[in-house]
């Protein structure tokens, strides 16, 4: 047991990554990191990762100096995106059934089982049509027995959510054992067939969410971390367990947010008034994510967009590519070297762990073998032949490369075709050269096996290049395409869409790279702060930033930048109420969350308002995990000019309320 560990009163931030998992402890004095641990991301098992993480930081803190235990995942995310979301039933009310078939053939609407059901209200919150109870008992008979969840929505319940709150009663009185999501819940804008979908996600992300916090608070039970645990949302703000257990669909993209958030916390980005490009280099992606001139995170207005499906949830405007230190180093079909978008594992890291791929990188070289220096990993899952069998046989002492595993085989396309099959089912790895090997080659990263890297860098370098040339081109590579990609966010910002291989796409890679001397005619400038996160940040991100003559920002502990921004969050709930008015009975309607309510006034009308809605939202936000919450109320008053005779027409007006915790 280590001596002298830290017993300053602090904030464990986790985030659990794709490749890795990182924790952080931050001084609530001072605000200053104190320890930091990295651990590889086990994604068969996420809860023996954390437990494995918070015992490497435990060895430098005390339990008890925890006083805030804040988690950032790509769990919700990655369920969306592998269609891992548990089975779970969606009960539309008032839905129109020619609109619902046309979004289920779009793709949208995907349901164990999906009931339509009599009701729903109008625009202005009226009832449509009744709620059809009878038959809401009869759909509920008819949900199979495997579903976990059912997900509630019923037409312009954000105009009033009565039937969606009713229904919602008689399905808890049926079927007590199934987790319940309502449309209202989680969204107040209008798309019925986006917040259909959003409720859907939601419910099917219950379950996992449910058992992964449960798995979590028993695991900081059994180390003595006695406080309550709090999760990152897709917009990088924090809320309780409790909350998130039920809307766990908040979570999407809470890994980006967390680094955005982590990293302007790091690089004082909110003093920037132009804004800040955040740059997060991971293992397989890198994000760009944008800071406004405040230093908050950059919000999707239309919602977020999960594995194609449009969704309501408010998260950060981001844009992922396919680069990262372990992407694959391949040829294109004009044999130039490029990225592929799959993750692979390095040669450097591959030959720490197994020596003798060194002997069988010398052995291609000698043999004169020029090309990709691939290698296979066994993984895991069952053989459907005896090809595969073969080949799982042959990986069973260890890592050994394609050349050597279809030695004296016929038909070599074929058996290619077979083994991409095999990996694509994960019955094998891939391991390749990488950026992470060109950064080994150049002597900038000393971690792994540099020799497997020069090895691999010589087997597919062009004829006449050195290892160094390689290297130096992969290096190049990853700078020019992040340029590349900030530009284009740049642009898009103004308006200007780059085409991908159109003429200005090629005119920027020219000037990226200077074919020709285009830099003497064209000058690329970046219009914001430039901020590097991730592990591989430090190597790139300085380069890209000289490339655009923007001077880069890398703050200390950037490669643990989602971490620190998971134990920096902020508590917030926004809640959006809509007053509207009758013109033919000169009131005005109060579309509130448990209904509707109408006054001659338009001032009594949001007296009514705010009276229901600060305690209404107080205890909401205790129940979501704040302490002691504050609200702070905006009004906006819509109203349009009259063409021609002069003076305004009134047409709505919009309270928000914004909670925050002053704990």
């Not at 002597?443 to 050195?466: D, F, H, M, T």
Request: proline share 3%; net charge negative.
């Amino acid at each position: 047991m280590k001596e002298n560990k830290i017993k300053t009163p602090g904030i464990i931030g986790i985030d659990a990554g794709g490749t890795y998992t990182d924790l952080a402890f931050i001084s609530s004095e001072d605000w200053s990191v104190q320890a930091r641990v990295k651990t590889p991301t086990n994604h068969d098992d996420m809860v023996k990762t954390i437990e494995e993480g918070l015992d490497l930081i435990l060895e430098n803190i005390d339990a008890a100096a925890i006083c805030s235990f804040n988690l950032a995942t790509t769990l919700a995310t990655n369920a969306i995106v592998e269609n891992k979301l548990r089975k779970a039933a969606l009960i539309l009310i008032g839905y129109n059934e020619t609109i619902v078939k046309n979004a289920v053939a779009d793709g949208a609407l995907h349901a164990d089982g999906l009931f339509l059901v009599g009701g729903g209200h109008n625009q202005r919150g009226e009832e449509k049509e009744s709620l059809n109870e009878e038959q809401m008992r009869k759909k509920i008979a008819e949900i199979p027995d495997n579903v976990e969840a059912v997900a509630i929505s019923s037409f312009f319940s954000v105009r009033n959510p009565s039937h969606e709150n009713r229904a919602a009663e008689i399905l808890q009185e049926l079927r007590p054992d199934l987790y319940i999501s309502c449309g209202h819940e989680l969204s107040t804008d209008l798309d019925a067939i986006k917040r259909a979908t959003t409720t859907m996600m939601n419910a099917g992300l219950i379950p996992i969410v449910m058992e992964l916090l449960a798995s979590v608070e028993d695991v900081c039970n059994r180390k003595g971390i006695q406080v309550p645990i709090t999760i990152v949302r897709g917009d990088g703000t924090i809320v309780g367990a409790p909350w998130a257990k039920m809307h766990p669909v908040e979570m999407v993209l809470s890994g980006p947010a967390a680094s955005a958030c982590g990293a302007r916390f790091l690089a004082l980005a909110d003093a920037d008034e132009r804004g800040t490009f955040i740059v997060d280099i991971g293992g397989t992606t890198t994000d760009i994510i944008r800071l406004d001139g405040k230093g908050k995170p950059v919000l999707l207005e239309e919602g977020a967009i999960v594995a194609g499906h449009k969704t309501l949830v408010k998260a950060i405007d981001i844009c992922t590519f396919g680069l990262g230190g372990d992407s694959r180093i391949i040829y294109d079909d004009a044999q130039t070297l490029t990225m592929g978008y799959r993750r692979v594992r390095s040669l450097c890291s591959l030959a720490h762990e197994h020596p003798h791929i060194i002997e069988e990188l010398k052995m291609l070289l000698q043999k004169g073998h020029h090309g990709e220096p691939l290698f296979l990993i066994r993984g895991s899952g069952d053989t459907e032949d005896a090809f595969e069998a073969k080949i799982l046989a042959n990986l069973e002492d260890g890592p050994h490369a394609i050349e050597v595993l279809l030695f004296g085989e016929n038909t070599l396309w074929l058996k290619h075709r077979q083994i991409e099959r095999m990996e694509e089912k994960g019955l094998i790895q891939y391991a390749s050269f990488t950026p992470t090997d060109a950064l080994h080659v150049l002597g900038l990263l000393e971690k792994w096996n540099q020799k497997a890297s020069i090895l691999g860098a010589r087997l597919i370098a062009p004829y006449g290049r050195s290892a160094n040339d390689v290297a130096l081109y992969v290096r190049n590579l990853v700078v020019n395409t992040i340029g590349r990609e900030l530009l284009k966010q740049s642009l898009a910002m103004k308006g200007f869409a780059l085409l991908t291989g159109g003429e200005g796409q090629r005119l920027i890679d020219a000037a990226l790279r200077d074919e020709g001397n285009v830099s003497r005619q064209i000058q690329l400038m970046l219009d914001k702060a430039l901020v590097g996160a991730g592990a591989p940040s430090w190597a790139f991100i300085p380069f890209v930033g000289e490339s655009l003559h923007e001077a880069a920002i890398l703050p200390d502990h950037a490669d643990v930048a989602g971490a620190v921004g998971a134990a920096v969050g902020s508590f917030s709930l926004v809640y959006s109420v809509q007053i509207m008015p009758l013109k033919e009975s000169d009131r005005f309607r109060v579309h509130y969350p448990l209904g509707i309510a109408d006054f001659s006034a338009l001032e009594e009308a949001v007296d009514y308002a705010c009276e229901f809605m600060n305690p209404w939202l107080t205890d909401r936000a205790l129940n979501a995990g704040a302490v002691n919450p504050r609200i702070n109320t905006q009004r906006y008053d819509k109203t349009a000019s009259i063409n021609g005779i002069g003076g305004e027409i009134y047409l709505y007006t919009r309270l928000t309320f914004e909670v925050t915790d002053f704990s």
